[in-house]
Structures are given as C-alpha cells and as structure tokens.
C-alpha cells in the first residue's frame, strides 16, 4: 500500500512510516522484529524508492515495474498483510 501511495506522489517520510506503524498494528508478529529502518532499507536495497536527504520519498522506475508487475499476476495489496 505504501509504495502505492508513493507512486501517486511525494510521500514526506511520516506519512510513509504511517503505512509501516499501521501494517505493524495489524500484523504485531510479523512486524515484532523489522523495524521501521529495516522496511525502508529493504525498499532501497531493492531499488524501489529514493529516499531524499529532504525527508520526502520517491518510487523508482524499478518501483514502477514492480507494481505493474503485482498488478499483472494479480496480487492486490488486501490480498495479504505482508
């Protein structure tokens, strides 16, 4: 849901965390021990967002093609909590 906001526009990076703070409110287990940190260095390391010295959060090319492909085989994101 987060990197789908994020293709919609500049996400300053509280409203990101947002996406992280619900997901983790949701699914306490799976979230228990990856951090906030751990998600975003996940999605850079993957390539999918740029995180701006500015605080904002931009989706990538890669990212882009990332959701194109979800959409393509049919993973919507209400399909699972992670």
Do not use: C
Request: aromatic fraction near 14%; hydrophobic fraction near 45%.
């Amino acid at each position: 849901m987060a990197l789908m906001e994020i293709n919609r526009r500049l996400l300053p990076i509280a409203e990101v965390k947002a996406f992280y703070d619900k997901a983790a409110l949701e699914t306490p287990v799976v979230y228990a021990n990856y951090s906030f940190e751990q998600w975003m260095e996940f999605m850079k390391s993957q390539v999918l967002i740029i995180w701006h010295p500015s605080g904002m959060v931009e989706i990538t090319i890669r990212g882009r093609d990332f959701l194109k492909y979800l959409t393509h085989a049919a993973h919507y994101p209400d399909d699972r909590k992670f």
